[in-house]
Nanobody, 117 residues
């Protein structure tokens, strides 16, 4: 069964850094786009960043210049390096993978990121 396993969330003070990881099971084969979303309490889930199957990256304006998304295809893993964290970055962060062929979407279980002021 396809599975995404996230890690790296935690508690950090404003200005600090965290690195999230999301490892996809080998059953998710083929070219895929990989990304991150987040959901703060009482708010809808919002897109944060994406790295396409070709390696292009895109970011939400709110994180541009502070977050960096990357991928390791050999490990089937996507990362999110988060620097200069702000209290408004506090949310549950979800990994998302979409296959290029078929457009099947997979979600991680979410990892909590809490930034104190």
């Amino acid at each position: 069964q396809a599975q995404l396993v996230e890690s790296g969330g935690g508690f950090v003070q404003a200005g600090g850094s965290l690195r999230l990881s999301c490892a996809a099971s080998r059953s998710i084969i083929g070219n895929k786009h990989m990304g991150w979303y987040r959901q703060a309490p009482g708010k809808p889930r919002e897109w944060v960043a994406q790295v396409t199957s070709g390696g292009s990256t895109n970011y939400a304006d709110s994180v541009k210049g502070r977050f960096t998304i990357s991928r390791d295809n050999a490990k089937n893993t996507v990362y999110l390096q988060m620097n200069s964290l702000k209290p408004e970055d506090t949310a549950v962060y979800f990994c998302n993978i979409v296959t290029v062929i078929g457009g099947t979407s997979y979600w991680g279980q979410g990892t909590q990121v809490t930034v104190s002021s």
